[in-house]
């Protein structure tokens, strides 16, 4: 069953879109990668870690982007740290 | 002043410029879209290489443009006012750079307006290609025009002082200098660095290097200011 979960993007500055697992799932595979993590673990780790945020969306009709960050980077940082750490950073880099 | 006096004067302009941040956080976030994209290590290499030769050119550009600039206004002989103005702008800048160079937030955030940041943020994401990433590098070093303007524009005015050859030469170091920076994260990145640890240790010195920056700039307004308005005011007594 597809999840319906509103994402307020930038403090509402942008027009609100659905939770999209695939976007999410791709960004934790690119911090994995980014910290050369083998291609068959970043792809687990990322199905994991979106699996546990889709869990944790459950109970909740709308979220902003930023707490999707933060509870992704909770969970990801229980498999792989540094991946976690790179992900964190993206958005406070520059 | 001397030609080697100069050539110090603007080598420490140069470093100072290097221990800016704005081009390796864009350098850095630029390496871990191209690595997270899957992208070859050769392509990797080709991005950040451009990348970086975009700073240079952008930043010699500048400094050839600002000598220029001051050189059609003032000719060879700056007056003594300008490198007061000079000196009391640098030194507004590092204290500017002291109290505000990085957001009191976690990570690597800088006082540069928030749109230029998340342009910046936005093309890392979308560049692809060899060109792009030298625009990229191009855009970054302007993005950083509020605090690179102190030290490019103190080296602007010693180089209009010096020997056409020299001032080639004089370019030449500035440039080279102030990409030690980018140069070193380009060597760390082509090992095979990891950028995590790039980052962390960036984030943990943001302090000390923010702190060296503006201290950089202090001293060197105190040369420039001693070398410039005190022994001129004290060879007219």
């Given amino acids: 069953m597809s999840l319906v979960v509103n994402i307020i993007k930038d403090n509402g500055q942008r027009r609100t879109e659905h939770f999209d697992r695939k976007k999410l799932y791709d960004s934790i595979l690119a911090a994995c990668l980014s910290v ?55 958005h406070i880099t520059i | 002043m001397s030609i080697p006096v100069s050539l110090a004067i603007i080598a420490l302009a140069a470093l100072i410029h290097a221990s800016f941040q704005l081009s390796v956080s864009v350098l850095t976030l630029l390496s871990a879209h191209t690595i997270g994209a899957k992208r070859s290590r050769n392509k990797l290499l080709r991005l950040i290489t451009s990348f970086v030769f975009g700073a240079g050119l952008m930043t010699a550009l500048l400094l050839s443009f600002g000598s220029l600039f001051l050189l059609s206004i003032f000719g060879a002989n700056t007056p003594q006012i300008v490198w007061a103005i000079a000196c009391g702008m640098s030194a507004g800048v590092a204290i500017s750079i002291w109290l505000f160079y990085y957001r009191r937030e976690k990570g690597t955030m800088l006082w540069i307006p928030r749109n230029v940041a998340k342009y910046l943020t936005d093309r890392t994401q979308s560049t692809k290609l060899s060109a792009e990433a030298f625009g990229l590098g191009l855009s970054s070093i302007t993005g950083e025009i509020l605090f690179i303007i102190a030290p490019l524009l103190i080296s602007a005015l010693v180089l209009i002082q010096l020997p056409s050859l020299w001032q080639l030469v004089g370019i030449g170091i500035y ?63």
């Fill in chain 2, 175 to 237: 440039t080279i200098i102030s990409l030690l920076s980018l140069i070193i994260i380009w060597v760390s990145i082509s090992q095979g660095c990891s950028l995590s640890r790039i980052q962390k240790w960036r984030e943990s010195n943001k302090s000390f290097l923010q702190f060296v920056a503006g201290a950089g700039l202090i001293v060197l307004v105190f040369f420039v200011y001693v070398n410039e308005i005190v022994v001129f005011a004290i060879g007219k007594v």
């Fill in chain 1, 36 to 90: 050369y993590t083998p291609d068959g673990q970043a792809e687990t780790t990322a199905d994991t870690v979106c699996d546990a945020v889709a869990v944790w969306l459950q109970k909740r009709p709308e979220v902003t982007s930023h707490d999707i960050r933060l509870v992704a980077a909770k969970y990801l940082k229980n498999h792989h740290p540094e991946a976690a750490y790179l992900y964190e950073q993206h």
